[in-house]
């Protein structure tokens, strides 16, 4: 074998033996396995989880910060939509007649004060007519009343006129022009015999002779009976005309009291939708016009033209939904968390309406349970100017209970569950976050109040927080 030969087989000796002490059976070092997956987040602090930046993108996560703010208790509960009770009117007339001509139809939009119906009753004729005899009866007492206490006024200041004892001319003169009555005869005749009876009465009294003495006597009886009759007849005309006064204005108010009466009547039969149509002929009398009270739609209509109807008798029905009610039922076991606080405002849900969320104005509480439901209905008024809600939805309503209190909240999505323990994971910097095991307090749709376990500014997970749950959990489970 030449040297070449021998130094070539040299070398693959050489070769072979070392491979063999490297991963052969026999007697050389076994090499070390490659690290396992997950060692280097096995060495992390327990409850600590680390993201790659792949991880980290791929989880998406959230952050907000632990504040304090004020909560309240609240709870979700059945709920149904109604029409909102003072916009929803059936037209009913409490007289009867016959509807001459109907002017809408169902689903018309109408507005306040827009005629309905023309329609024609009798007893709504016969009341027009009693206000009308009733408007001239006051008249007439207004005119009599008015004459008396003129009567009355001047008696009385011819009366006074009269304790002077001026000359009946005079006297005659001065009252000529003014409203006596029939007092006039009566006092201006006692007065002018009293007047005639004094001078005979002086007349005689001049007299010398026994003749005269006697004629004297008989003049002055008669100036004294002469000066009673004018006396009384002061007196009565004082008395007649101050009580025909009297009875003038106790007529005149009996007068105005069955004008008042007649014109009440009349409202009453007509109520609060119809009208007299405008007219004083005896044709029109009868005529009376139906019209909206409100801005709204015509939902239905009960009758049509030349239809019959009696008193009371619902015509058509009204309403304006541009708010709505809702009724929550409480139940009796939350009655005194809801009685101890201030509600003014829930919020509305439908099923029907998956992205609706509105707020409605606390309007009242019922007074009493529900014997169905064993719950007090508690009434909100809804805004509905789309007109999307629709009376008879089913609806959740979040009612809150209690009274607001400040503490230290998160979002709701930061808060994770496992075995009964509550958690939220606190991030210490991007792709690093830690378990916090916290102790809840009032939980609502939005937040959970934390009585333990957190500091207000520290940053919780509050999207991707099961993400992070799921990491924590695979950790836990690699030997």
């Given at each position: 074998?030449?040297?070449i030969?021998?130094?070539?087989?040299?070398v693959?000796?050489?070769?072979?033996?070392?491979?063999?002490?490297?991963?052969?059976?026999?007697?050389?070092?076994v090499?070390?396995?490659?690290p396992?997956?997950?060692?280097?987040k096995?060495?992390?602090p327990?409850?600590?989880?680390r993201?790659?930046p792949?991880?980290?993108?791929?989880?998406a996560?959230?952050v907000?910060?632990?504040?304090?703010?004020?909560?309240?208790?609240?709870?979700?509960?059945?709920?149904?939509?109604?029409?909102?009770?003072?916009?929803?009117?059936?037209?009913?007339?409490?007289?009867?007649?016959?509807?001459?001509?109907?002017?809408v139809?169902?689903?018309?939009?109408?507005?306040?004060?827009?005629?309905?119906?023309?329609?024609?009753s009798?007893?709504?004729?016969t009341?027009?007519?009693?206000?009308?005899?009733?408007?001239?009866d006051?008249?007439?007492?207004?005119?009599?009343?008015?004459w008396?206490?003129?009567i009355?006024?001047?008696t009385?200041?011819?009366?006074k006129?009269?304790?002077?004892?001026?000359?009946?001319?005079?006297?005659?003169?001065q009252?000529?022009d003014?409203?006596?009555?029939?007092?006039r005869?009566?006092?201006?005749?006692?007065?002018s015999?009293?007047?005639?009876?004094?001078?005979a009465s002086?007349?005689?009294?001049?007299?010398?002779?026994?003749?005269?003495?006697?004629?004297?006597?008989?003049?002055a009886?008669a100036?004294?009976v002469?000066?009673?009759?004018?006396?009384?007849?002061?007196?009565?005309?004082?008395?007649?005309?101050?009580?025909?006064?009297?009875?003038?204005?106790?007529n005149?108010a009996?007068?105005?009291?069955?004008?008042?009466?007649?014109?009440?009547?009349?409202?009453?039969?007509?109520?609060?939708?119809?009208?007299?149509?405008?007219?004083?002929?005896?044709?029109?009398?009868?005529?009376?016009?139906?019209?909206?009270?409100?801005?709204?739609k015509?939902?239905?209509?009960?009758?049509?033209?030349?239809?019959q109807?009696?008193?009371?008798q619902?015509?058509?029905?009204l309403?304006?939904?541009?708010?709505?009610?809702?009724?929550?039922?409480?139940?009796?076991?939350?009655?005194?968390?809801?009685?101890?606080?201030d509600?003014k405002?829930l919020?509305v849900?439908?099923?029907?309406?998956?992205?609706?969320?509105?707020?409605a104005?606390?309007q009242?509480?019922s007074?009493?349970?529900?014997?169905?439901?064993?719950?007090?209905?508690l009434?909100?008024?809804l805004?509905?100017?789309?007109?999307?809600?629709?009376?008879g939805?089913f609806?959740?309503?979040?009612?809150?209970?209690?009274?607001?209190?400040?503490?230290l909240?998160?979002?709701?999505?930061?808060?994770?569950?496992?075995?009964?323990?509550?958690?939220?994971?606190?991030?210490?910097?991007?792709?690093?976050?830690r378990?916090a095991?916290?102790?809840?307090?009032?939980?609502?749709?939005?937040?959970?109040?934390?009585?333990?376990?957190?500091?207000?500014?520290?940053?919780?997970?509050?999207q991707?927080?099961f993400?992070?749950?799921?990491?924590l959990?695979?950790?836990?489970?690699?030997?």
């Amino acid at each position: 074998m030449t040297a070449i030969a021998t130094l070539l087989l040299l070398v693959a000796s050489v070769a072979y033996f070392s491979q063999s002490g490297q991963g052969g059976s026999g007697g050389g070092a076994v090499p070390e396995p490659p690290p396992e997956r997950g060692a280097e987040k096995n060495s992390a602090p327990e409850g600590v989880v680390r993201l790659t930046p792949a991880k980290l993108k791929a989880a998406a996560l959230h952050v907000s910060r632990v504040e304090r703010r004020e909560v309240q208790e609240s709870r979700r509960v059945p709920g149904k939509i109604e029409y909102n009770k003072s916009r929803r009117l059936e037209i009913k007339v409490p007289a009867a007649g016959v509807v001459t001509r109907v002017l809408v139809l169902p689903g018309q939009t109408v507005k306040r004060g827009d005629q309905l119906a023309l329609a024609s009753s009798v007893d709504v004729g016969t009341a027009r007519d009693e206000v009308v005899r009733a408007e001239a009866d006051l008249r007439i007492a207004e005119r009599e009343a008015d004459w008396l206490a003129q009567i009355a006024h001047n008696t009385k200041a011819l009366l006074k006129a009269l304790e002077d004892a001026p000359d009946i001319k005079q006297i005659e003169e001065q009252f000529k022009d003014e409203v006596l009555g029939d007092q006039r005869e009566k006092i201006i005749s006692a007065y002018s015999k009293l007047r005639l009876a004094t001078r005979a009465s002086l007349a005689a009294a001049s007299a010398k002779d026994a003749l005269a003495e006697r004629y004297v006597q008989e003049r002055a009886s008669a100036r004294e009976v002469a000066d009673a009759s004018f006396r009384t007849a002061c007196d009565k005309a004082s008395f007649d005309a101050q009580q025909q006064l009297a009875r003038s204005q106790a007529n005149l108010a009996h007068a105005q009291r069955q004008l008042a009466v007649s014109r009440q009547k009349l409202k009453l039969l007509l109520g609060p939708f119809a009208e007299i149509a405008p007219g004083e002929q005896d044709e029109s009398l009868c005529e009376l016009i139906i019209r909206s009270p409100l801005d709204g739609k015509v939902e239905d209509r009960f009758v049509s033209d030349g239809a019959q109807f009696v008193a009371s008798q619902p015509l058509f029905a009204l309403a304006n939904t541009d708010t709505l009610w809702v009724s929550a039922q409480i139940y009796e076991r939350e009655w005194s968390a809801l009685a101890g606080g201030d509600v003014k405002e829930l919020k509305v849900e439908s099923p029907a309406l998956p992205d609706l969320e509105a707020t409605a104005k606390v309007q009242f509480f019922s007074v009493g349970l529900s014997n169905e439901t064993r719950a007090v209905p508690l009434v909100a008024e809804l805004p509905n100017a789309d007109n999307r809600l629709k009376p008879g939805m089913f609806a959740w309503v979040t009612v809150p209970l209690g009274r607001r209190h400040e503490a230290l909240v998160v979002p709701a999505g930061a808060i994770m569950r496992h075995e009964e323990e509550a958690f939220a994971f606190v991030e210490l910097s991007p792709g690093v976050y830690r378990k916090a095991v916290i102790t809840p307090g009032l939980i609502t749709t939005e937040f959970v109040e934390v009585l333990s376990g957190l500091k207000a500014g520290e940053k919780v997970v509050d999207q991707g927080a099961f993400f992070l749950k799921s990491e924590l959990l695979l950790e836990g489970e690699e030997p």
